[in-house]
C-alpha cells in the first residue's frame, strides 16, 4: 500500500509559481503512476496532470498545458508539480494520486484510474 501526502500549497499573486511536492511511502513507489488532480469551490475534481512510473510519459489537462510541468524522483519517492503563470482559476485543493501499474509508460487521466490518495493541499491564486 501506498501512502501519500500533498505539501507546498499556498497563496500567490496571478502570474506567480509554485511547487507541490508529493511524498510516496511503500517499497514500490517505482511501480506506481502518479496524477495530480484539482477541486476548485463548487466543483468536481478534475484531472491535472499525470506521468507514468518510468517518467517517460506526461499528459497534461488543456487548461494547465504549457504552465505546469510533472516530474518523479524515484529515488525520492516524491512526484513534483511546478506551476507558473498561474491563475485565479487554479484555485483549488490539489490532489496527489497513485496508481499501481507495471507499464513504463501508462498513466491514468480519471479517478478511478487511481487507487490511493492524499488528503489535498490548497493552492489560491490572487488576482
Known amino acids: 500500500q501506498v501512502h501519500v501526502v500533498e505539501s507546498g500549497g499556498g497563496l500567490v499573486q496571478a502570474g506567480g509559481s509554485l511547487g507541490l511536492s508529493c511524498a510516496a511511502s511503500?517499497?514500490?513507489?517505482?511501480?506506481?503512476?502518479m496524477g495530480w488532480f484539482r477541486q476548485a469551490p463548487g466543483k468536481e475534481r478534475s484531472f491535472v496532470a499525470a506521468?507514468?512510473?518510468?517518467?517517460?510519459?506526461?499528459y497534461y489537462a488543456t487548461p494547465v498545458k504549457g504552465r505546469f510541468t510533472i516530474s518523479r524522483d524515484n529515488a525520492k519517492n516524491t512526484v513534483y508539480l511546478q506551476m507558473s503563470s498561474l491563475k485565479p482559476e487554479d484555485t483549488a485543493v490539489y490532489y496527489c494520486?497513485?496508481?499501481?501499474?507495471?507499464?513504463?509508460?501508462?498513466?491514468?487521466?480519471?479517478?478511478?484510474?487511481?487507487?490511493?490518495w492524499g488528503q489535498g493541499t490548497q493552492v489560491t491564486v490572487s488576482s
Open positions: 494520486a497513485a496508481a499501481p501499474t507495471y507499464s513504463r509508460s501508462y498513466y491514468g487521466r480519471r479517478e478511478n484510474d487511481y487507487t490511493y
Open positions: 506521468i507514468s512510473w518510468s517518467g517517460i510519459s506526461t
Open positions: 511503500g517499497p514500490t513507489f517505482s511501480w506506481y503512476a
